[in-house]
């Protein structure tokens, strides 16, 4: 799944005429389409050191909100439900 950005980089809008803004609009109205149209990623977390399947990590936030992960190991299935900061997600597991 996509990951969306929380912001929109218009520009300088204080000399912009309607037919910029109507392209801007028109630009993030595809980009947020694209995303939520799409389906969720599934993963399988192999830790690199003992290449064993994992959970979640905290620390995955290239993932994005909806993302599965499977541990076939456990066997244990979680979707990420939150980003809480730059640095944070939050694995829920189901």
Known sequence: MTKISETYPIGNVENMDVRELAESLQDM???LS??????????????????????????DVDQAIGTININPATPKV??????????TVVWTAV
């Open 78 to 87: 979680e979707v990420l439900t939150k980003h809480t900061n730059p640095t």
């Open 34 to 59: 694209v995303a939520i149209n799409s389906k969720p990623s599934v993963i399988t977390r192999i830790d690199p050191a003992t290449g064993n399947y994992i959970d979640g990590q905290a620390t």
């Open 29 to 31: 109205y595809r980009i």
